[in-house]
């Protein structure tokens, strides 16, 4: 019922070998191909091919209708960019280069966050069209100086980061991703629990005969950060009974000699490590008619998906296009990797600088003649907590993308408010452009949260909130509407 009209001339079924020779002459010729077994009543029905990236619902078939993007890395962001013929902001700083319209450049800041660069026809100083979205989502952080052994059992301990109900993640299967960076400079990726073959770890609760006093607890200590340590490990190491010293605590030693034949990593390596704990396993389709999706970090990588689709589906336009997927909005937006950094003004001026166009004054005009949409998850609405809603102004799974003239929480504090001329702006373009969209506050007024737009609106342009909405939101498993994420 979402369907886009040309969806089915892009969908070729197999339905029998005679017509598959020319299906698989046409399907060598595509640039961009999706695949899927057809099965019905536990019988392979045939091979359905979906031609072309703007496939299915009129946007890319990669990632969308399983959520695979929410599995994006760094390097995996990066490849799509250079895939589209986007160079690196870098690379060019070293040549004597001049960008000119059309061209596409990125510029990545400590593997963290990324911007990407349309050059349009127009001088920048003229503004940009902006599109940004967080790609950093709350979860649990390894410590420095993590692991320990606790009556023969190996834990690492953890930090959480970002605003979690703590009691949603103990019990779960857990994946542990990120970086060891070594003291001679390598870095070694970090992925574990993803993989079919791999291990997962857990964080243990208590056994509901033995929590009668935990649960009379109120639910923000029910589990409390302190216990949210990562269980690892709990064989010890085998022991040579020929040496006369034990080692005492030989589950440790056993999982630091993993680590060792794995990662080649000593203890003090821990020092180092970026390692993020987050829920294991891959994106699902939701529901029976699978009109949703289901997996971890909804917030915010889905609307850095649909920005970034934007962004890679834009050529050659008047104003310079920019598509900003930026870290750390769980935690403030702050520190170099943060919108408030100076990464993303920092990377203007090189663009300006590499257009010939250098000056403070371009710059700041560049920045205030600037239209940006901040995408930023929605809270659905959701009939089981319905009295925490306001129905009028709350988004609905299903209604499109969701607008927040403002966010903020008790009386809109520290939200950006974005001006009615704006949003009248916008309005015209999405109705031309039959986007169904919804104009919605955060849940009844006195709650409400931040996003990075105010960042971007101190440079004196017009900004506003936007994005999908999300069920269980901050949760370890977040659902979206798929009929949301095609409008968005
Ligand atoms: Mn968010
Ligand atoms: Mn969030």
């Given at each position: 019922h979402m369907a886009a009209p040309d969806v089915a001339s892009n969908f070729q079924v197999i339905?029998?070998?005679?017509q598959a020779e020319e299906i698989f002459v046409k399907a060598e010729k595509e640039k961009n191909l999706g695949m899927q077994l057809v099965v019905e009543q536990g019988q392979i029905y045939g091979l359905a091919l979906c031609f072309g990236e703007e496939a299915v619902y009129g946007i890319a078939a990669e990632g969308f209708l399983t959520g695979?993007?929410?599995?994006?890395t760094m390097s995996r962001l990066v490849k799509k960019a250079e895939a589209a013929g986007y160079k690196n902001l870098k690379e060019l700083q070293k040549e004597h280069v001049k960008l000119k319209a059309g061209d596409k450049v990125y510029a990545v800041c400590m593997d963290k966050s990324i911007a990407l660069f349309i050059i349009g026809q127009e001088p920048l100083e003229n503004g940009m069209n902006i599109l940004g979205a967080h790609i950093d989502s709350p979860r649990i952080d390894v410590k420095q100086n993590p692991l320990y052994e606790n009556e023969e059992l190996a834990y690492l301990d953890t930090h959480y980061y970002g605003?979690?109900?703590?009691?949603?993640?103990?019990?779960l299967p857990l994946a542990i991703h990120g970086v060891i960076a070594k003291k001679d400079g390598t870095i070694v990726p970090v992925s574990i629990g993803?993989?079919?073959?791999d291990p997962v770890f857990v964080i243990t609760d208590l056994l509901v005969h033995l929590a009668s006093k935990q649960l009379e607890k109120k639910g923000s200590v029910v589990v409390e950060g302190e216990k949210l340590d990562l269980l690892i490990g709990s064989r010890p190491l085998e022991q040579?009974?020929?040496?006369?010293?034990?080692?005492?605590?030989a589950v440790k030693a056993n999982v630091m000699e993993l680590l060792k034949k794995y990662?080649?990593?000593?203890?003090?390596d821990f020092l180092s490590a970026e390692l993020e704990i987050v829920p294991a396993g891959k994106a699902r389709d939701c529901g029976l008619d699978k009109s949703m999706v289901i997996g971890y970090?909804?917030?915010d990588r889905v609307c850095a998906f649909t920005s970034l689709m934007a962004m890679l589906h834009?050529?050659?336009?008047k104003r310079t296009s920019c598509c900003i997927l930026v870290d750390k909005e769980e935690i403030?937006?702050?520190?170099?990797?943060?919108?408030?950094?100076?990464f993303f003004e920092n990377a203007v001026a090189e663009i300006l600088d590499k257009c010939g166009e250098f000056s403070e004054l371009k710059l700041r005009r560049a920045m205030a003649n600037s239209t940006m949409i901040s995408s930023d998850v929605g809270a659905a609405f959701d009939p089981m907590h319905a009295?925490?809603?306001?129905k009028r102004s709350n988004p609905f799974f299903g209604k499109g993308m969701v607008l927040n003239k403002h966010t903020g929480a008790r009386?809109?504090?520290g939200s950006n408010d974005a001006n009615a001329e704006y949003i009248a702006k916008l309005r015209h373009v999405f109705d031309e452009n039959k986007v169904a969209f919804q104009l919605t506050e955060m849940g009844k007024i006195d709650a409400g949260g931040g996003t990075i737009a105010y960042i971007l609106a101190n440079y004196d342009m017009e900004v506003i909130d936007c994005g999908v909405p999300v069920q269980n939101?901050?949760?370890?498993w977040e659902v979206v509407s798929k009929a949301d994420v095609f409008e968005t």
């Open positions: 339905r029998d070998f005679g695979q993007y929410l599995a994006d605003g979690i109900k703590k009691y949603q993640w103990v019990t993803d993989e079919e073959e040579d009974p020929s040496l006369d010293q034990e080692e005492k605590e990662y080649d990593m000593e203890e003090e970090g909804q917030d834009t050529e050659n336009k403030g937006s702050v520190g170099a990797t943060g919108m408030q950094s100076r009295d925490v809603y306001d009386g809109k504090g939101m901050h949760a370890p």
